[in-house]
């Protein structure tokens, strides 16, 4: 599962990257036509472009409204101008949205709705059976990205329960990280101290030596500049982008590292420049250095750096945010970034003892499954020797018969 975490690192940035895009939605730099302001869409312009999967249950629902809704020059103007818009605010122009385009999101509801709905009902008919009724309507509730009071059409609602939804799934993915972390530092603690169990007095010692040696080797790395600083941007300058770092320049910099060129620097864009910093502390060659933690602390990292930049909390930095933060006072302190090892641990022992104590729980289920099932399986082996042991008996007695048989044919002769 560990291992997974790793191998589903490029995946999950690419998700992030991509809610980003629709929770920032009111952010993306769209040129628009003044002169085309009040022209209706044409009807082939309605085709959505197909994109990569967010991951999400609802994510074809969510793209397509997105790309639909950016068809219209009079939404398009409202997100080029509207940065600190709030979503709910954002939602309500959703009623100056041309008919044509409020049409076409009128049937993306109802194909939701109807997704939705067989969704549903296979699950629970699978689960329940026949006889069973469902209430339907109640368990859509839980299906919080609509409204499922007016299920014809696409409103205002509609729009802002999108924006919400997404928002609050986006919010989790990095709660959810580091609760994965969190137990797997503890399941490898646990490992460690079981191993020490079953040692001699002398092989722990040694162990334990050991152990302290590889902390103290990771621990030993050059200063890790703080992400954002203006130290850890000019190292990137300097060596990454081969500039002068006595001509840094901010503006130049987003530009530079601004991949997909839309004005914004995304959650992915953000973790690529931290590659220098995490290669002082991480290297996947080395016993001490532990890939997993890397990925932890370029989370870390990139949290951080939005926390202090992203001001309007859109899960994107913007061109106007970026040179702000460079302004600020913080941006030229020479502060050291403070790295895992030197940050208390993510579990405290209370919570190692708990989570070892759900281990042996599990464990010992699984073991009793496995002791019932090694029950059954000498039960069927046991009756399928006796049913040998009938059928061998049937054999012979028919055997026996048949013998009788020819020798009774003989005696008549």
């Known amino acids: 599962m560990w291992m997974a975490m790793v191998r589903g690192k490029a995946l999950d940035s690419c998700v992030l990257v991509l809610l980003s895009l629709w929770l920032c939605i009111h952010s993306l730099p769209i040129a628009v036509n003044k002169s085309k302001e009040n022209t209706a869409p044409k009807e082939d312009e309605l085709n959505a472009p197909q994109s990569v999967d967010t991951g999400l249950h609802y994510d074809r629902y969510l793209r397509e409204v997105i790309e639909y809704l950016e068809k219209d020059p009079h939404f398009r103007e409202k997100l080029q101008n509207a940065n600190n818009m709030e979503p709910d605010k954002l939602a309500k122009e959703l009623d100056f949205v041309h008919n044509n385009l409020r049409t076409k999101l009128d049937e993306l509801k109802r194909e939701e709705m109807n997704r939705l709905r067989m969704l549903i009902k296979a699950k629970h008919d699978m689960e329940l059976g026949d006889g069973w009724k469902v209430d339907y309507q109640a368990l859509l509730k839980q299906f919080e990205h609509l409204n499922h009071d007016n299920a014809h059409s696409f409103e205002v609602e509609d729009l802002d329960r999108l924006i919400k939804a997404a928002t609050k799934d986006l919010m989790q993915f990095d709660k959810q990280h580091h609760e994965e972390f969190k137990r797997y530092e503890m399941m490898k603690e646990h490992e460690r101290r079981e191993k020490l169990k079953a040692m001699s007095e002398e092989e722990r010692k040694k162990e334990e030596q050991h152990h302290e040696e590889i902390k103290k080797k990771h621990a030993n790395h050059a200063k890790v500049n703080h992400p954002g600083s203006e130290d850890q941007l000019k190292e990137v300058w300097e060596e990454s982008d081969g500039l002068e770092p006595d001509n840094f320049d901010p503006k130049t910099f987003f530009k530079l590292h601004d991949n997909n060129g839309d004005g914004f620097f995304d959650e992915n864009e953000l973790e690529a420049l ?19 933690e890397m990925e932890e602390e370029r989370r870390r990292m990139r949290e951080h750096v939005m926390s202090e930049v992203d001001t309007n909390k ?8 970026f040179l702000a933060a460079t302004k600020n006072p913080q941006f030229h302190q020479n502060e050291e970034w403070e790295t895992l090892e030197q940050q208390n641990s993510p579990y405290t022992e209370e919570e190692l003892a708990m989570f070892e104590q759900q281990l042996a729980k599990d464990s010992k289920i699984i073991m009793e499954q496995v002791a019932e099932l090694q029950k059954q399986r000498e039960n069927l082996q046991n009756k399928q020797d006796l049913l040998d042991v009938q059928k061998r008996g049937i054999q012979q007695a028919m055997s026996e018969v048949e013998k009788r048989k020819v020798q009774s044919k003989s005696d008549v002769k």
């Open 274 to 292: 931290f590659v220098k910093e995490l290669e002082k502390v991480y290297n996947s060659n080395n016993e001490e250095d532990d890939m997993v």
């Open 314 to 321: 859109d899960r994107l930095v913007s061109l106007a945010e």
